[in-house]
Nanobody, 123 residues
Framework: QVQLVESGGGSVQAGGSLRLSCAAS????????MGWFRQAPGKEREGVAT???????TYADSVKGRFTISKDNAKNTLYLQMDSLKPEDTAMYYC?????????????????WGQGTRVTVSS
C-alpha cells in the first residue's frame, strides 16, 4: 500500500507561483509512477503532469512551460512547481502513484491517491 499526503496549496494572484509537495510512504515500487491531477468545480478530473522512475515526464498542454514536476527519490516526495498561474488553474490538486506495467510504462489509471490540496488563483 501507499499513503500520499499533499501540501502547499493556497490562494495566489494571477501570475504568481506555488509549489505543491506530495510525501509518499509505503511500498516504494508503487511510487515508480507518480503524477499530479486536478479537478475544477463542475469539471472532470484531468492529468496535469507525470513522472516515471526513469525521470521521464509528461505535461498537459495547458501547463507546458509554466509547471514543472520533479521527484526527490531519497525523500520519496513529489513536487509540482507552478509558475505564471492563471485563474483557470484553480482546482483541487491530487497526487497519485502506481507501479510500472510489465512493459515498463506508467499505467493509464493510477491506483493510489492523496486527499488533495486546493489551489485558488484570483485575477
Amino acid at each position: 500500500q501507499v499513503q500520499l499526503v499533499e501540501s502547499g496549496g493556497g490562494s495566489v494572484q494571477a501570475g504568481g507561483s506555488l509549489r505543491l509537495s506530495c510525501a509518499a510512504s509505503g511500498s516504494t515500487y508503487r511510487t515508480y509512477c507518480m503524477g499530479w491531477f486536478r479537478q475544477a468545480p463542475g469539471k472532470e478530473r484531468e492529468g496535469v503532469a507525470t513522472i516515471d522512475s526513469f525521470g521521464g515526464t509528461t505535461y498537459a498542454d495547458s501547463v507546458k512551460g509554466r509547471f514543472t514536476i520533479s521527484k526527490d527519490n531519497a525523500k520519496n516526495t513529489l513536487y509540482l512547481q507552478m509558475d505564471s498561474l492563471k485563474p483557470e488553474d484553480t482546482a483541487m490538486y491530487y497526487c497519485a502513484s502506481d507501479s510500472m506495467t510489465l512493459a515498463w510504462e506508467c499505467p493509464a489509471e493510477y491506483s493510489y491517491w492523496g486527499q488533495g490540496t486546493r489551489v485558488t488563483v484570483s485575477s
